[in-house]
């Protein structure tokens, strides 16, 4: 075989293969950490819980790329990115931000891009107790009352078996929380004394109300939210 018909013969199987494609680029992935930052030092500890809503992804331009939620533990992970860089981010409103809420990534082909998120939220807690002298605040001899119900809206929840309650966590907005009081039972005379100590149920719809709200950054705290019940 002369080179003419071997080159003939090269051409004629590459004709019948077809065009090879490109090879494309691999991809990446940007992963990381939302949370919410208990202590406040900007970086995820063992046992703080995850941030619950989104994390976004977006061209520099603002563009979208991607959504993904949060897991359980903290951690989310956005996965198949071409390389490039991009935007990563969280909705910042309603909480105090311990992180930026946005930074920039570069995915390079078969890696993992970094970012992580922290925030903190408000933790409105409190206690029922049983005001047996009905003034409206609350002595250490007096007895906490365990398992009283509450309602916010729709969302039932309750005091623990030690009367106490808490929740951890809430963006700025405000609380309505509705008490059932036991039978035999109504509600103390609300605010009178040391708010440290008073009743913050109205004794009249049964309610307290909790407002947590953002000020120059800074989330406030509700950590006294007590509602007190005397006997009729």
Not at 9 to 19: D, F, H, M, Q, R
Not at 61 to 90: C, F, H, K, L, M
Request: negative net charge; aromatic residues 8%.
């Amino acid at each position: 075989m002369t080179w003419r018909s071997a080159a003939f013969v090269a051409a004629g199987a590459l004709a019948l293969l077809g065009t090879i494609p490109a090879a494309h680029p691999a991809t990446g992935a940007v992963h990381g950490m939302h949370f919410f930052d208990r202590n406040v030092d900007g970086a995820w500890q063992p046992g703080e819980p995850g941030g619950g809503s989104a994390v976004g992804l977006y061209h520099l331009d603002g563009s979208w790329v991607a959504t993904v939620g949060t897991n359980p533990d903290a951690t989310y992970e956005i996965p198949d990115v071409p390389p490039g860089q991009y935007r990563v981010g969280i909705n910042p409103i309603g909480y105090q931000m311990t992180t930026p809420s946005e930074v920039v990534v570069d995915v390079r082909p078969g890696g993992t891009a970094r970012a992580d998120f922290g925030k903190l939220g408000s933790d409105i807690t409190g206690v029922t107790w049983h005001d047996v002298n009905a003034d409206g605040q609350r002595q250490a001899d007096e007895p906490l009352l365990p398992n009283i119900p509450f309602w916010i809206g729709r969302w039932g929840s309750g005091t623990d078996g030690t009367g106490h309650y808490s929740m951890p966590n809430q963006g700025t907005s405000t609380y309505v929380l509705r008490f059932v009081p036991p039978e035999g039972m109504a509600f103390s005379p609300q605010h009178v004394g040391a708010p440290e100590t008073d009743s913050d149920a109205d004794p009249v719809d049964c309610t307290a109300t909790a407002v947590v709200t953002l000020t120059d950054g800074r989330i406030n705290q509700i950590p006294n939210l007590d509602i007190g019940l005397v006997t009729k």
